[in-house]
């Protein structure tokens, strides 16, 4: 894969999870970072954990709400100021939100889903877009989900947020292709995050483990993802590697999606 040296990209939600598993592969590979997240105490820490395992490396932090304008633009013109520009941008902040059923599910805590989900990803591709315009091209990944390639019980705000952000990297593929920038999308699947912890927590209170075991046993592979492997596949669709691959929604979940279908 070629380097990142001398190259930024912003990473989203960049405090844990499948943001700091990417911010490590890229840290490794030379690339200056641009970490923002809301929640600072853990965003200091992610910043410290990188630089103490590659000492070397250039690291801004942001704390800003991914689903607020204001924030978005800041992070962007941030960036901008201390690193001269962005060549990639990993479009991750994201949150899961309540399992309930359609007819029940909390109007607030859909709200917020979709604020952050949907709103905050096209909020980044906003203000980032055009730097990369004036930078002569640049690499997008969005986060959708297996949740945005076909149905999860219980879960309609995300499912209909990840397949809004499918749908929304298709058009900007489609738009700006021409000016060298590609946007893709990947589709996380069960990823042993601690996102996906919760929400085993959710499933079965009492046994959070059994409910993971469960899961795990339908997937094909008889395991769950780790968050590095989705970092070494959005370290490649950010890369200059990534030369034909465009607008499209790349499922990592262990080919469980194809056992359901897709939408």
């Avoid at 942001?62 to 479009?91: P, Q």
């Avoid at 990823?191 to 339908?218: C, G, H, W």
């Avoid at 968050?227 to 691959?245: F, I, M, R, T």
């Amino acid at each position: 894969m070629s380097s990142f040296n001398g190259k930024t990209v912003i990473i989203t939600g960049a405090a844990m999870g499948l943001g700091l598993a990417t911010a490590k592969v890229l840290a490794e590979k030379g690339a200056n970072l641009s970490l923002v997240d809301y929640n600072k105490e853990a965003l200091e820490k992610a910043k410290s954990d990188i630089q103490n395992a590659v000492p070397n490396i250039k690291i801004l932090t942001v704390v800003a709400d991914a689903s607020n304008e204001e924030a978005v633009k800041n992070y962007v013109d941030r960036t901008v100021n201390e690193f001269g520009a962005i060549h990639g941008f990993y479009n991750n902040a994201g949150i899961e939100g309540k399992q309930a059923p359609l007819t029940e599910y909390d109007v607030e805590v859909f709200r917020k889903v979709v604020d952050i989900n949907l709103t905050g990803v096209y909020f980044g591709l906003r203000y980032v877009i055009p730097v990369m315009q004036k930078n002569g091209g640049g690499r997008i990944v969005n986060v959708a989900s297996v949740g945005g390639i076909r149905g999860v019980i219980n879960q309609t705000p995300y499912v209909a947020s990840k397949h809004a952000v499918s749908g929304m990297t298709k058009n900007a593929a489609i738009e700006y292709g021409k000016d060298n920038i590609f946007t893709n999308a990947i589709a996380p699947g069960a990823i042993l995050t601690p996102m996906v912890a919760e929400a085993f927590k959710q499933v079965n209170p009492s046994d959070p483990a059994a409910a993971e075991k469960e899961y795990a046993q339908r997937n094909p592979t008889r395991r769950l993802g780790q968050p590095e492997e989705v970092g070494k596949l959005v370290a490649y669709l950010l890369s200059d590697d990534c030369s034909y691959v465009n607008g499209q929604t790349i499922a990592i979940d262990g080919c469980e999606s194809n056992l359901y279908g897709n939408s």
